[in-house]
């Protein structure tokens, strides 16, 4: 599992430093130093989609029926906790097989030693477990900073396929 905190001003500020130096990259070139550059980089996009067709046509994906399950189970105990915490939540599944939980919250409340918070504290502790990917971050809504959480969760297996 990857564990991103993923902070929406830094992002932004990082973007900005990229796009700039990237300008100043561009700049110093020449004419031809840059569509030399641009053909280098189309060549490896070119590459990766290859590289990906080809791995599509190689592998079979197949529904794990016990992470559906799971993620089915699963999602009844989010869209409870959302709602008692007071979350935002969206839940999807893509025709990719891949699943994802977004929420999106002011704040959680996680001290408590009543049981609800323990059950909360499980709930969470478990998204984090079984998703593939986690991003955890900020924006502000409202005029309100808000907490953003999405858990990603693959609900197939690769299954190479053979020749008969």
């Excluded at 009844?76 to 959302?82: D, L, Y």
């Excluded at 939540?89 to 097989?97: A, F």
């Excluded at 005029?143 to 858990?151: A, I, N, P, S, W």
Aim: proline share 1%; aromatic share 10%.
């Amino acid at each position: 599992m990857k564990i991103e905190h993923f902070y929406y001003d830094e992002q932004e500020k990082w973007f900005a430093q990229m796009k700039a130096a990237m300008e100043k990259h561009d700049a110093e070139l020449s004419k031809e130093e840059r569509t030399l550059e641009q053909r280098k980089s189309d060549m490896e996009l070119q590459n990766i989609i290859q590289n990906a067709e080809r791995e599509e046509k190689e592998t079979y994906r197949i529904v794990n029926t016990e992470k559906y399950c799971w993620f089915k189970n699963m999602t009844k105990r989010v869209i409870q906790f959302a709602q008692l915490s007071g979350c935002n939540i969206k839940i999807e599944t893509l025709p990719s097989m891949d699943a994802v939980i977004k929420m999106q919250t002011g704040c959680i409340w996680l001290l408590s030693d009543g049981e609800t918070a323990q059950q909360d504290k499980r709930v969470i502790q478990e998204l984090i477990d079984q998703a593939e990917h986690v991003y955890i971050g900020n924006s502000e809504r409202e005029g309100k900073k808000v907490l953003d959480m999405e858990f990603v969760f693959r609900l197939y297996e690769k299954l190479k396929k053979t020749e008969n």
